[in-house]
């Protein structure tokens, strides 16, 4: 069940996150980036994160899709930018750099292990204690020096946000 | 437990095939006679006016970007309410230092008018 579940969410997250690069209109675009985020809070569930699911459908598939569709509303999305651009420099370029990924990639799931290194905080542990309590516990603890500075940075997002969009005429 | 969020993907599904089923069975039956008066948007009944992809005030960027600060304030209120018994008066003062740099933010958007539309 939980296996199937994961392949469910992995493809369709993988799909759509191909179509959101695909779709010539960025709304499309945007629309198919919620579905991605949708899956992911999906899989974290299946993870047993409840909470960093709900934060994946609240913060991200709420609002930093809303700000990505005012950004997109922002641009110009007439004819002139959906016309596509010929990107034959950058094309090659990728090319290169997804084929070096992908060898990367690949020697290094066949040389050691994906996962990585078990920590105190298994699926059954935090079962056990609870996702949310557990997030917290670390959160506001050992992490606490972090968590700190977000408050700066989100006041740095502020500021900038403010400077940038607030000029006096 | 994930077993838990089953109903929530049961709704998913169902509100996903009413949703494509609803689009499909029309585009099957559907009578696809288009007319330019039938194709244009509709605007209440009048002719449309103009383009509906005009460019949107930075305004709303504005609001968008404090509402993403302000829900991410919120979200991180819910797990520290959740544990704050545990972490007694360190908790309480810990987040009084967080809540009290977002409110330097808020003041400061405040007094700069960003909350005002004009």
Redesign the interface.
């Known amino acids: 069940m939980e296996l199937t579940l994961f392949v469910i969410f992995g493809a369709v997250a993988v799909a759509s996150a191909f179509m959101v690069i695909v779709s010539r209109n960025p709304v499309v675009s945007a629309l198919f980036l919620i579905l991605t985020f949708f899956c992911l809070a999906g899989l974290y569930v299946l993870l047993n994160a409840q909470f960093i699911a709900a934060l994946q459908i609240i913060v991200y598939a709420g609002a930093i899709m809303v700000l990505f569709v005012f950004v997109v509303m922002l641009l110009r999305t007439g004819k002139e930018a959906r016309r596509g651009y010929r990107l034959i420099f950058q094309k090659s370029i990728g090319i290169i750099f997804v084929v070096l990924f992908l060898l990367l990639l690949g020697s290094i799931t066949l040389m050691v292990s994906v996962t990585g290194m078990r920590g105190p905080y298994t699926a059954e542990a935090v079962r056990h204690i609870g996702n949310t309590q557990a997030f917290a516990s670390v959160l506001f603890t050992d992490y606490l020096y972090p968590f700190e500075i977000i408050s700066v940075l989100l006041l740095a997002g502020i500021i900038g946000a403010v400077v940038l969009a607030k000029r006096k005429r | 437990?994930?077993i838990d969020?089953l109903p929530i993907?049961i709704l998913?599904i169902l509100s996903a095939l009413m949703s494509g089923g609803m689009v499909f069975l029309s585009h099957l039956f559907g009578r696809k006679e288009p007319n330019p008066s039938k194709l244009s948007p509709y605007e209440c009944g009048i002719p449309p006016v103009g383009?509906a992809?005009l460019?949107?005030s930075?305004?709303?960027?504005?609001v968008?970007?404090?509402?993403?600060?302000f829900?991410?304030?919120g979200?991180?209120i819910?797990?520290?309410a959740?544990?704050f018994r545990?972490?007694h008066l360190f908790?309480l003062v810990?987040m009084g230092?967080?809540?009290g740099?977002?409110l330097?933010?808020l003041v400061?958007?405040w007094r700069?008018?960003?909350l005002q539309w004009d």
């Open positions: 437990m994930p969020f993907l998913l383009d992809r460019r949107f930075v305004k709303f960027f504005v968008a970007m404090l509402f993403i600060i829900d991410f304030e979200v991180t819910y797990p520290w959740v544990i545990k972490l908790g810990e230092v967080f809540l740099v977002l330097i933010g400061y958007i700069k008018g960003a």
